[in-house]
């Protein structure tokens, strides 16, 4: 139960990681370009095509440890996607509107700080 849990978080982590590269990709896609590493794009960047083994990779556990996992979630379907489901609700909820506001400010700093780095270095 402990490896479900650590593959579910992993996938929280790796959802959030996708999203927070997406928005910021928008808001100053040349300042993604030039830091974030090659490898980032292939983890954070596609959905499909992950394996048993690349899975057991990323979470430094065996194949067969990932695949005990990957059994109990076929034999526990229902009970599995219930809780997907309610962790799908909370995302699509979204955030308080305090911290949609912060987020905001924040883009908008990133945003100043790159429009003072490309002045000055230039």
Known sequence: MASIR???????????MHYALNQL???APQWVQERAPLEWYERYGSRAGRTRDW????LNLSSDQVQTAMD???DHDTQVNTE???IMTRIRKGNPIEVEAQLRANREKVKARLA??????R
């Not at 899975?55 to 990323?58: N, P």
């Not at 003072?116 to 270095?121: K, N």
């Open 6 to 16: 650590r593959l579910y978080y992993l996938e929280c982590v790796q959802e959030a």
């Open 25 to 27: 990709s928008e808001a």
């Open 55 to 58: 899975t057991a990779a990323m």
């Open 72 to 74: 109990y979630i076929h």
């Open 84 to 86: 997907y489901d309610a």
């Open 116 to 121: 003072d780095q490309e002045t000055t270095s």
